[in-house]
Each structure stands twice: as structure tokens, then as C-alpha cells.
């Protein structure tokens, strides 16, 4: 929405979600999330697990920093796509705006956004060590923690080699991706 109106209200707050969002870290976000939510205002479990109250603010801690990386890059992307010169000629033959918008703009504008997401799986992995410490979730990132702590190698060096097996299957699953939406990448 914000590449399709540069300059007006939904471009300049799609813009500052982006920029809070990239600046703060999940750790530090996931503090602040706590404070603001379970501490002062009491509305959600500080940690923990058990019902859907105690899956928000961990999920909102880690998403928030990919969804503004993605919401920044798209809006880049997507402004640059609506300047090339098949989004103009699609316009002057008079098809409906969404056609050109979903279509047209969208399908080569999402690349780098398949990278960018692709590469963030990289973030989520890390981000959920801390993210799982702040908010006593027993997952992989707590037993990670757990083990660098205790000197466990062995349990650290599997952590590892299945945090890189997933992300090396993520990447193969994002080649996969881009020959399925740019059939010209499939032919290269």
C-alpha cells in the first residue's frame, strides 16, 4: 500500500513501523513487550506456556523484526517495480489497478523479498535462543542456553549442526520457490 501512495500517511507509517521495528532486537523488544504488557498493564503472562495468552508476546517478538525488515523491503521494491516501463504500458492498455498491482508488479517485486525472508529464517533461529530465555519456553534455544551454560558441547554441537541442516534445507527450499515464481530463472 505504501509503494502505491508515496509521501501520504499509510507510506510515511508503513516507513516508521519499519524502521522501529528493524532497530530494536528481539531480545530487547521481547523486554520491552514484558514490561509494557505483563508488568504494567497486566493483560499477559510474563512467560511460560500453556494457552494462547502465553504464545502472543513471544510471537509478536519475534515476528516484529522480520515483518519490518519485509514491510521496508517491499515498499523499495515494489516503488521500483511501479517506475518500470511494462507497468506503464500494462496501465495505457487499460487493465483494472489490482491486475497491474497483483499481477504484474507484485510477481517481479517479490524476489528480493523471498531472499530477504530466506535469509531471515537465520535471524529467527538466533532471535528464538533469546526469545525462549526472556519468556521460560522450553525449546531448543532454552536447551541451547542450557547446555552453553552447563559446558555441554555435545548437545551445542547438535543444536548447531540441525540450526544449519534447516537452514541449508530453507535455502534449498527458496531456490525451489524461485524458479516456481520467475520461470526465467529455470531456464538459466
Given amino acids: 500500500m505504501s509503494a502505491l501512495r508515496p509521501g501520504q500517511a499509510v507510506d510515511h507509517a508503513a516507513k516508521l513501523f519499519a524502521v522501529i521495528g528493524q532497530a530494536a532486537p528481539p531480545f530487547f523488544f521481547s523486554l520491552v513487550l514484558v514490561k509494557l504488557f505483563s508488568l504494567q498493564l497486566g493483560w499477559l503472562p510474563t512467560g511460560g506456556y500453556g494457552g494462547w495468552g502465553h504464545l502472543v508476546l513471544p510471537m509478536v517478538a519475534l515476528g516484529w523484526y522480520v515483518a519490518a525488515g519485509v514491510a521496508r523491503l517491499t515498499r523499495s521494491s515494489m516503488g521500483a517495480v511501479l517506475q518500470a516501463e511494462y507497468i506503464r504500458f500494462a496501465r495505457l492498455q487499460g487493465l483494472p489497478e489490482h491486475v497491474v498491482v497483483l499481477r504484474h508488479a507484485l510477481k517481479n517485486a517479490i524476489l528480493p523479498v523471498v531472499t530477504f525472508v530466506a535469509l531471515q ?6 532471535g528464538a535462543v533469546s526469545v525462549e530465555v526472556v519468556f521460560a519456553w522450553p525449546g531448543l534455544g532454552q536447551l541451547l542456553y ?7 558441547y555435545t548437545v551445542v554441537q547438535a543444536a548447531v549442526t540441525l540450526a544449519a541442516v534447516v537452514f541449508v534445507a530453507i535455502n534449498l527450499v527458496v531456490d525451489v520457490l524461485y524458479a516456481w515464481i520467475d520461470p526465467r530463472i529455470r531456464y538459466a
Fill in 146 to 152: 542450557d547446555s552453553i551454560n552447563n559446558l555441554d
Fill in 121 to 126: 529464517f537465520g535471524v529467527l533461529m538466533g
